[in-house]
């Protein structure tokens, strides 16, 4: 792999085996994210979006009855060659996430301060608390917290859940990954904080460089935060391209469909959905990236 | 006005008691609904806008203020009929649903409680309710864990369809589902509108189904009305910060949508406001 991909997936192919058969989820996909690109994949439930973020987190090789085959390459690492332990070290290091529900995410039972520290030590183990302190406020400031202090010492549920957000992206961030996922984060939040929270994690990712995957199932929601979008339909990536290409001129049947579907601030009417079509199986479709 | 409104609040209030503190979740609320329009309320987590929900539903009776339907004030204990009359589709059906109970079951059970129909006639009428909200009837004997979100929260339409509602209180009834499913749900809910001339009371934080849906939106900031007015006004010029706010948050697709946020958010930029999305 290139020393200018963050993270690399050559023809990823899962299937899931049970007492019933085998049910395959990912039909061979390919994925790449250069250091520092912000990239969306976007998808139904049961695409297949949130098993591939897993695929990459290394938590679904744990999981015996799932079928991985292919490559992923994270920090120039083959996840499939590694080891279990060696897996879980990079998780919270050179990895992280973030997730959907910023308030089950967290610990309810440890304040912020020691679910820092926790995370702190992943990266530096023998952090002392002074420092880990020092570097959870000075993160916190970066997501916009002013009151550092109360924050620090509160438990989740005495934060509201866009405070908790930040928080986690603070977390997620604070390790300097090279790698960050996140998994439809906000859409648990109102639209405005959802907005805010979008917003704060643009601007930070951008100034530290990170790479990021974001995962959602609506387009509209990557629109402003992605540099390329992937779109998945059954496992298979149907369309992929610079963002604003694919807003543009979508060219695949089912990317068209799901532009369609977002209803329209402008008005229009509730948008006419036709059924599930076989174009929806058409080749992929990669749009030139005139930049490259 | 002309016709006599089907749902009106008085000065509606609500207070809650947190241990010692009282909090005042809905703060005098006044309102006028008509038959066969859909209301829009909107407005961020903790602006009341569910506990009005309730209200109307009468599971909290309000601290002053009173409901009326039909021009006839509600009573705090609703009867069987009232309860037959204003139905209620919540944001989560698998938490709605009874989960051992099959479609069939929950289905049946609002029409013996509320004794449409005979013995005999009932299964039939819960094969043509699945039809109705676009299930094959072959589901009638599934649990909903079954189910996938789209087809539960058409279940959860049919049921509160079962009866002869006249008023349907819809809690954010797409905000869990992708965007094809919300988009198929939504067609369904407003062509049982026109189909039935049910009046809806449409509770939501995303402004873009609004858009297409309400014919009236209220606004709702910190348990007080701020703003109402017909959906295309709204849009087109909000008189309050608040609602410029909320529609400038609403993630977009199109050029035309941005800009529309745009000029909305023209005004805020102006006051030092909330920071503009495309800075």
């Known amino acids: ?200 994690m643009r601007d930070l990712v951008r100034q530290h460089g990170t790479s990021v995957l974001f995962i959602s199932h609506n387009l509209g929601v990557v629109r402003e935060f992605a540099d390329r979008i992937y779109v998945i339909y059954k496992g298979r990536i149907v369309e992929t391209g610079p963002a604003a290409s694919i807003f543009d001129d979508p060219r695949h049947a089912y990317t068209k469909a799901l532009l369609a579907a977002i209803p329209r601030l402008t008005g229009g009417g509730i948008p006419e959905i036709q059924e599930d079509s076989e174009a929806f199986f058409d080749p992929m479709v990669t749009h030139e990236d005139v930049s490259a | 006005m002309t016709a006599q409104p089907i749902l009106s609040a008085h000065n509606l209030t609500r207070d809650f008691r947190v241990g010692k503190r009282t909090i005042r979740a809905v703060d005098d609320i006044s309102f006028d609904v008509q038959k066969g329009e859909c209301l829009a309320i909107v407005g961020e987590s903790g602006s009341g806008k569910s506990t009005v929900a309730n209200m109307i539903l009468g599971i909290h009776p309000p601290t002053s203020g009173t409901l009326s339907f039909h021009g006839e004030e509600l009573p705090v204990k609703r009867t069987l009929l009232h309860r037959e009359k204003i139905q209620l589709v919540q944001q989560n059906p698998l938490s709605s649903l009874n989960p051992r109970r099959s479609i069939a079951a929950s289905l049946r059970l609002a029409l013996d409680v509320h004794k449409h129909g005979t013995r005999g006639e009932r299964p039939q009428m819960v094969q043509k309710l699945l039809e109705e909200v676009g299930l094959d009837p072959s589901f009638a004997n599934r649990s909903p864990s079954a189910l996938s979100g789209g087809q539960r929260q058409r279940v959860a339409i049919a049921r509160a369809l079962a009866c002869q509602s006249e008023v349907v209180v819809l809690d954010e009834p797409t905000s869990a589902l992708d965007v094809l499913v919300q988009a198929r749900i939504l067609r369904l809910l407003d062509d049982l509108r026109t189909m039935h001339g ?67 958010s023209k005004t805020e930029a102006a006051d030092g406001g909330v920071e503009s999305p495309g800075a």
């Open chain 1, 1 to 200: 792999m290139s020393a200018d991909l963050a993270l690399s997936i050559r023809n990823l192919a899962l299937s899931f085996k049970s007492w019933s058969g085998t049910s395959q989820v990912l039909h061979g996909i390919d994925l790449e994210i250069k250091r520092g690109e912000r990239v969306a994949l976007v998808g139904e439930s049961g695409s297949g979006k949130s098993v591939t973020a897993r695929i990459i987190l290394g938590t679904l090789h744990e999981l015996k009855s799932a079928r991985i085959s292919g490559e992923v390459w994270v920090a120039g690492r083959e996840m499939s060659s590694l080891s279990q332990s060696e897996r879980q070290a990079l998780r919270g290091t050179d990895i992280s996430m973030i997730f959907q529900d910023p308030t089950t995410a967290l610990n309810p039972v440890y304040t912020i301060r020691q679910q820092f520290h926790e995370v702190l030590m992943r990266g530096d183990p023998k952090i002392s608390l002074s420092t880990a302190e020092q570097r959870s406020a000075d993160i916190l400031r970066e997501v916009s917290i002013t009151d550092t202090e109360r924050v620090l010492e509160s438990y989740p549920f005495q934060l509201s859940g866009g405070m908790n957000q930040r928080v986690m992206i603070g977390m997620a961030l604070i390790n300097e990954p090279q790698l960050l996922l996140a998994d439809e984060p906000g859409t648990a939040l109102d639209v405005t904080v959802q907005a805010q929270t979008l917003r704060l």
């Open chain 2, 198 to 264: 049910l009046t809806f009371i449409f509770i939501t934080h995303d402004l873009s189904v609004v858009r297409n849906i309400a014919d009236r939106v209220a606004v709702f900031q910190y348990g007080k009305l701020v703003e109402l007015a017909d959906t295309e006004a709204l849009f087109e010029n909000p008189t309050e910060e608040y609602t410029r706010s909320l529609i400038s948050a609403v993630p977009v697709v199109s050029t035309e949508e941005v800009e529309l946020r745009g000029r909305l």
